[in-house]
């Protein structure tokens, strides 16, 4: 981020190479979203799609907040759609996450009031 943050000073913002960006979006997933901390607002399931080729499944409700990746099927959870899915390059999604670019860089689809809703939410508080 702290790359991409100084182009932007400059002018001459890059997307983030390809395996870093799915890299750090999966991280971001799987140690920063996932949590025991109860999600105060309706069930919800996001997917967000990587052109690049990954993607990811994060589902919201009273237990918290659980990251899987799509594609590998978890025992015992049917493949309902999601209540809204996102779709950008790897590096778009980064960006999206940690508040770089806005919702509209991205191809979405369903109920965007979630993305208001999981950017509004502080499960620390």
Known sequence: MYTYDAQLTL???QPIPDE??????DDCQFTLCATTVAWPNEPAV????????RSWRLRLDRQGARVTRLG???AGEDQLPADVTARGTASELVLFFYGRI????????????????LIAWDPSA
């Not at 509209?104 to 993305?115: A, P, T, V, Y």
């Open 72 to 74: 590998a099927p978890v």
């Open 46 to 53: 996001v997917d967000y799609h990587a052109k690049e080729g």
């Open 11 to 13: 002018g001459v913002p």
């Open 102 to 117: 806005s919702m509209e860089s991205l191809e979405l689809n369903g109920d965007r009031r979630i993305f208001d809703q």
């Open 20 to 25: 870093v960006a799915l890299d750090g979006f």
